[in-house]
């Protein structure tokens, strides 16, 4: 069932991009025509590997899995240890150190306000 949903969902998307392709140039419709025939083999590959193995893709998924619910208990963690904290970095830590690195002004999307922003809502 999963491979019928797989395969439906790319012929999907291969109809809406042959749908739109008259209004691209020859440049762009030749790069899609590339890519379109990596990606067939690659997806072919990819569910055959499957088919002949099916315990290795499903002990990957698993593992996987597990591994980001590891990530998701461990961050809170990390950024404590890094002095990430609820009402902002914590007097003598590397997160302190690191604003100070801005003289006061973190800019907006930068990977301290990121971190910041985890340290204050995780």
Do not use: I
Not at 77 to 83: D, N
Not at 88 to 115: D, I, Q, R, T
């Amino acid at each position: 069932w999963s491979e019928w949903l797989a395969e439906k969902t790319l012929h999907t998307l291969e109809e809406v991009l042959k749908d739109g392709r008259p209004t691209w140039g020859e440049w762009l419709a030749q790069a899609y025509d590339d890519s379109l025939k990596v990606v067939e083999d690659v997806f072919c590959g990819l569910v055959e590997y499957a088919r002949v193995h099916p315990l290795e893709v499903a002990a990957s998924v698993l593992v996987t899995l597990l591994a980001f619910g590891v990530l998701v208990r461990l961050v809170p963690v990390v950024l404590e240890l890094l002095g990430f904290g609820v009402e902002g970095p914590v007097e003598g830590n590397f997160a302190a150190w690191w604003e100070s690195m801005y003289n006061g002004f973190v800019p907006k999307g930068s990977l301290f306000s990121y971190l910041q922003r985890l340290g204050m809502v995780w």
